[in-house]
């Protein structure tokens, strides 16, 4: 049961559960190869971690390019000489009523959660194919779980994630480790995505009274890939204890 020499690729680094994955699972001595759209963010994680003699190393990756996926699993390979986890984490949450008719956000968050997850799935599987053996952990969100107003699109694509996942594990067979992690109220920058004023505020006001800290989910992901090759976490749910 241990992370050390692992490598591993998460998408959506540069902040957030992604920034907090990448840094606990580098202390814990894997090798983490980070994607996400901010260069400047991804610079200042990967110094932060080779400083504390981590390794790291990053990509700017935009998820809803497929050619942007897999030359972050071929940074991998490059770098650490295989890809043991794939973290599928970038994702967006521009809320609103369906009768606000945002249908632009609704593209938007189609392509990121759910595209975005499809296109690291697809890098990412010949290669564990290849080695015997690999492990897909797919962010998704208890918003899938209980459903609520403006959340429509939203948990639509996290509910489409956790299809996919459960899918992928029955046709993976025993070299593959699959499983998905739903993080309630979490303490990110996840309304700034959000392009309704008054959904923004009311979610803002909410999690300041409860949302947790990253690190919660970065823990939960830890624990998934540290298991024995043979034992797989399948899901994984984490939220407050003041959510609803």
Do not use: C
Request: glycine share 10%; proline share 4%; net charge neutral.
């Amino acid at each position: 049961m241990s992370i050390a020499g692992k490598v591993v690729a998460i998408t959506g680094a540069s902040s957030g559960i992604g920034r907090a994955t990448a840094q606990l699972l580098a202390e814990l001595g894997a090798t983490v190869v980070l994607g996400a759209r901010r260069e400047q963010a991804l610079t200042a994680i990967v110094e932060g971690i080779a400083a504390t003699g981590g390794k790291a190393t990053f990509r700017v990756t935009d998820v809803t390019r497929r050619a942007d996926l897999e030359a972050l699993v071929a940074l991998a390979i490059e770098h650490g000489g295989k890809l043991d986890v794939i973290v599928n984490n970038a994702g967006i949450g521009p809320i609103s009523r369906f009768d606000a008719l945002r249908v632009e956000d609704w593209d938007a968050m189609i392509d990121v959660n759910l595209r975005g997850t499809l296109y690291g799935i697809a890098a990412a599987l010949p290669v564990f194919q290849r080695q015997g053996f690999g492990h897909v952990v797919n962010v998704i969100s208890t918003a899938g779980l209980k459903l609520l107003p403006t959340m429509g699109v939203y948990a639509a694509t996290k509910n489409a994630v956790r299809t996919v996942s459960e899918v992928l594990r029955q046709e993976a067979g025993p070299y593959l480790r699959v499983t998905e992690v739903s993080p309630g109220m979490i303490a990110t920058d996840f309304a700034s995505s959000m392009t309704d004023p008054a959904v923004r505020e009311a979610i803002e006001s909410r999690a300041k009274g409860i949302a947790i800290s990253p690190d919660a989910i970065a823990r939960g992901i830890a624990y998934a890939i540290e298991q024995p090759s043979e034992v797989d976490v399948g899901s994984i749910v984490i939220r407050p204890t003041a959510q609803d």
